[in-house]
């Protein structure tokens, strides 16, 4: 483990530390704000986590729900970030199982002059005198007894109430609470299944997994402790990352009061040897450089704001999900692992924030004096050139302008055959936006919608397609034949000349469609509505033998065309201007040419391709470099064809049987 996951972890141990056991058992019972719901700020009850791993009340998060406007989504109460309401509503939420656990013990400290619980089953009210750790259950002195002489009960552990209430036995109590499982709320999740790789009761063991490898949960050898410490030890870097921007911020405005204090230095050591009319314009003057520094001082703020933001977002999960892998039990680490992986994956891949600012420092100098004196004006105010500092040590920054892909992570696998399929699907399209993703299945001929999860939505339409890309709500298919333009209340059918093999379509500068028609060398740019407003030309083929096939587009921040063309067996990169920057050719192990797949860029303009001669992913830098090759077939991914990009930063791999592979991506 480094040496920076080690200064991540005390730092969350220092501030989580009335969590812990001590060497006695006992759990502090100092209180701390993670026990306290962020809406009612009183003791959670029930608690449900958001995929912000925040914490608050089942009660208060039904009245957040209820006062939102959107059914769909809404906001955090504490951070504001935007979250999908699942279906379900509020029990379609995570209970936290973790923040569970350790209010039951908190409560445990509240037991005394409580009734018995089994007492109460008579509608008697006899006080409590000990507390069974097994059941739970508050007995008083009869039913203690009582309790320790069943054939059933005769090995729970009975302890005095009064040692509960002091915290001596918070360690057993915390050990020996376990899950409900949601299927059979008698039981509880105490069996790890590896086959399926998550907790089952013994009822589900006996039935659905019985012929499966399953475990006690305490004995299970679980990696996903692990997994997370993984996670945390590339947003440590991260931080570190933000607190040197910070660092270099505040040096920024030290900088600009400096420039700010020799500027009115020295206005006011001209102005003292000039008239009243001078002293006059010195105030105007005065007042310009004030407002202009304040603005630029204004800039470190907001910047310094937006830095703060990013690390408090990524610090608070950090340590919600070091807090979990050190110290939960097995089922909780287990129960919460999918969500918070999911969290500090999309946590990875947010954008780096900007490593230097752009300042005006101004410039206040003598005219010369000709004229009347009436009418002189001895100083122009002019705000500067735009100076761009650097945030971090120049040694600290990427070479390249761009974050490298290190790594690609499986989250997830789906399986795109509904139960109204026919056939098994055949994916020869693949769009993704925020939410959800489209699959065009040529086999059953379907566009048929999911769920960011995996989960079948609806089927959109009924029909063949080639290429599919969807920007905010506006859908474009396109055939051999045609381009269809299609929105809640919209559609339009555009007929193409019939004489390229496919019309390969991407989105176009978030905001308008490309359409790519290889006979006419040229990329149509579409408006939502269906109409041409622009269009780039294509370049020739470098060798007069072949000529230009596309098969797949995407574009990059810049407006750029990337394409794969069967035609020249190639990817390449055509700017604005029709002509080639980038192009890139790979061997392939067979006697055939080299055929790629689908293209797609991510945030930093790094280019994936599916290659499924190889059974890759193949990733260039902006720059058309190689930067890795990542193999499917270890993922179980055969053929990989089409390839997708989504909003939350993960990349969605279709390949043969209908199969889409979602990764996330790790960056250096």
């Not at 997994?227 to 870097?237: C, G, K, P, R, Y």
């Not at 065309?561 to 035609?567: E, F, K, L, N, V």
Request: aromatic letters at 6%; glycine letters at 4%.
């Amino acid at each position: 483990m480094s040496t920076a996951y080690h200064r991540c972890q005390q730092l969350i141990q220092q501030c989580l530390c009335c969590y812990f056991p001590t060497m006695s058992g006992k759990i502090e019972e100092e209180q701390n704000d993670a026990l306290n719901c962020i809406v009612c700020k009183k003791l959670l009850q029930r608690p449900k986590v958001l995929p912000c791993l925040h914490s608050l009340c089942s009660r208060c998060l039904l009245s957040v729900l209820d006062s939102n406007k959107s059914k769909d989504k809404f906001h955090c109460p504490k951070c504001e970030e935007t979250t999908i309401i699942p279906i379900g509503g509020v029990e379609g939420f995570q209970d936290n199982v973790y923040l569970n656990g350790i209010l039951g013990v908190h409560n445990s400290h509240n037991s005394k002059g409580k009734v018995c619980d089994i007492c109460s089953l008579r509608k008697k009210k006899n006080t409590a005198t000990s507390k069974c750790l097994n059941c739970g259950d508050l007995l008083c002195q009869d039913c203690s007894t009582s309790h320790s002489a069943t054939r059933q009960t005769i090995n729970h552990k009975v302890v005095d109430l009064e040692s509960v209430v002091k915290g001596t036995h918070d360690k057993a109590i915390r050990q020996l609470n376990r899950i409900p499982c949601a299927s059979h709320p008698e039981e509880t999740l105490d069996i790890f299944c590896y086959d399926c790789n998550f907790l089952v009761c013994h009822e589900c063991q006996l039935s659905y997994h019985f012929s499966h490898h399953t475990v006690a949960v305490d004995d299970a050898d679980i990696d996903q402790r692990q997994e997370i410490a993984t996670s945390l030890q590339f947003l440590d870097s991260k931080l570190k990352h933000l607190n040197d921007i910070e660092e270099g911020i505040n040096n920024t405005e030290a900088t600009i009061n400096e420039k700010e204090e020799h500027i009115l230095a020295d206005l006011e050591n001209a102005t003292e040897q000039l008239i009243t009319q001078i002293q006059t314009e010195k105030r105007d003057v005065t007042q310009k450089v004030k407002e202009h520094m304040e603005k630029q001082r204004q800039i470190c703020r907001d910047h310094v704001i937006q830095v703060r933001s990013r690390k408090e977002t990524i610090q608070e999960s950090c340590e919600f999900s070091n807090e979990v892998a050190q110290s939960g039990k097995n089922d909780e680490v287990i129960y919460l692992e999918p969500i918070i992986l999911h969290r500090l994956r999309n946590l990875e891949n947010l954008p780096r924030l900007r490593d230097e600012m752009t300042c005006q420092f101004p410039e206040v100098r003598l005219r010369n004096i000709f004229g009347n004196v009436e009418t002189i004006r001895f100083f122009d105010f002019l705000p500067g050139s735009s100076n761009s500092v650097a945030l971090l040590p120049q040694e600290n920054s990427d070479v390249s302008g761009a974050p490298q892909v290190s790594q690609l992570l499986m989250v997830k696998k789906v399986n795109t055959f509904t139960n109204e399929d026919e056939t098994c699907p055949k994916i020869s399209s693949l769009a993704s936006t925020e939410g959800f993703f489209l699959v065009g299945d040529n086999a059953n001929r379907k566009i048929k919608k999911f769920s960011s999860t995996g989960k079948f939505l609806e089927t959109l339409s009924r029909s063949k397609s080639y290429s599919i890309s969807i920007c905010d709500d506006t859908v474009i298919c396109s055939d051999s034949f045609s381009v269809a333009f299609f929105s809640a209340g919209y559609s339009r059918k555009i007929a193409m000349d019939g004489t390229s093999s496919t019309y390969p379509t991407c989105v176009y500068e978030n905001k308008n469609f490309a359409v790519a028609d290889s006979s006419a060398h040229e990329v149509y740019i579409f408006d939502k509505a269906g109409d041409v407003i622009s269009s780039i030309q294509l370049p020739r083929a470098s060798r007069r033998t072949r000529r230009r096939n596309l098969s797949f587009i995407c574009c990059n921040s810049k407006g750029e065309i990337i394409a794969s063309d069967w035609g020249t067996n190639s990817v390449f990169l055509v700017g604005k201007n029709g002509k080639t920057l980038y192009e890139y050719h790979s061997k392939s192990e067979s006697t055939r040419d080299w055929i790629p797949g689908g293209v797609c860029v991510d945030i930093h303009d790094n280019v994936f391709i599916a290659d499924q001669q190889k059974g890759a992913i193949t990733i260039l830098s902006p720059k058309f470099k190689v930067i890795l090759k990542h193999s499917t077939k270890k993922d179980y991914l055969e053929r990989p064809m089409n390839i997708a990009f989504d909003s939350s930063g993960q990349i969605l791999v279709a390949g043969k049987n209908g199969i889409v592979n979602i990764y996330s991506c790790k960056y250096l």
